[in-house]
Nanobody, 115 residues
Framework: QVHVVESGGDLVQPGGSLRLSCAAS????????MGWYRQAPGKQRELVAT???????DYADSVKGRFTISRGGAKNTVHLQMDSLKPEDTAVYYC?????????WGQGTQVTVSS
């Protein structure tokens, strides 16, 4: 089993920045994909960014050039640097870890962009 925990969500003004972090514990060997998804009220959960152990990165078009996903120093951590935040970035952000075809999700962290 893999336990996933996110942190870093907050209230921020438009144009501001936040850094989300995610750490996995438990049976973390063979995790090969780490990523961030988000879900705004009344909308479906959507991909924000993913990164593989080989370094391949994918971003949603809506965040390209503003968000940066990176792996932490420990192989079981991943970060999401969010710059130039917009009100439409407001959502609950979820961390996802994938190993051997199974996905493990955190409980989510709230990001609110508002003046």
């Amino acid at each position: 089993q893999v336990h996933v925990v996110e942190s870093g969500g907050d209230l921020v003004q438009p144009g501001g920045s936040l850094r989300l972090s995610c750490a996995a514990s438990g049976r973390i060997f063979s995790i090969n994909v780490m990523g961030w998804y988000r879900q705004a009220p009344g909308k479906q959960r959507e991909l924000v960014a993913t990164i593989t152990t080989s370094g391949n990165i994918d971003y949603a078009d809506s965040v390209k050039g503003r968000f940066t996903i990176s792996r932490g120093g420990a192989k079981n951590t991943v970060h999401l640097q969010m710059d130039s935040l917009k009100p439409e970035d407001t959502a609950v952000y979820y961390c996802m870890m994938r190993k051997l075809g199974e996905e493990y999700w955190g409980q989510g962290t709230q990001v609110t962009v508002s003046s």
